[in-house]
């Protein structure tokens, strides 16, 4: 786990598939609060690789998705589903190496929803 202060959703039935811990199937994605960010750590399996060695683009659009809306609740308290998901995929993600996520609120102007960035790096890049 990154640094800042562990969190997991509140309303945590078991059954979600990108962050459930008693999901066996799924990702299993931890979360870590700091005060503008949330951050965190994790390894894809190489079961859900697309390419041979590569991430499958959903596995990694679910997990930007997941600490959307992780950002969403640990830093303004709402409980929210996607209402848009657009991904810019620069590089590939490895399976089987740590990939460092981070997300945060971009804009929280409008009344009915917010605008939240993420961002996964493998390596440093």
Not at 62 to 68: A, F, K, N, P, Q
Not at 70 to 91: D, I, M, S
């Amino acid at each position: 786990m990154s640094r800042g202060e562990a969190v997991s959703f509140p309303f945590d039935d078991g059954g979600c598939f990108g962050c459930s811990p008693r999901n066996g199937d799924g990702l299993q994605l931890e979360f870590a609060r700091t005060e503008s960010e949330v951050v965190g750590t994790t390894l894809v399996s190489d079961r859900f690789h697309g390419a041979p060695g590569v991430a499958h683009g959903g596995i990694v659009a679910t997990i930007l998705d997941e600490y959307s809306c992780a950002a969403a609740v640990f830093l303004r308290g709402k409980r929210v589903v996607t209402g848009e998901l657009t991904v810019r995929y620069e590089r590939s993600c490895p399976v089987e190496k740590p990939l460092a996520i981070r997300s945060w609120v971009a804009d929280d102007t409008h009344p009915r929803y917010l605008i939240v960035e993420a961002q996964i790096s493998a390596g440093g890049e």
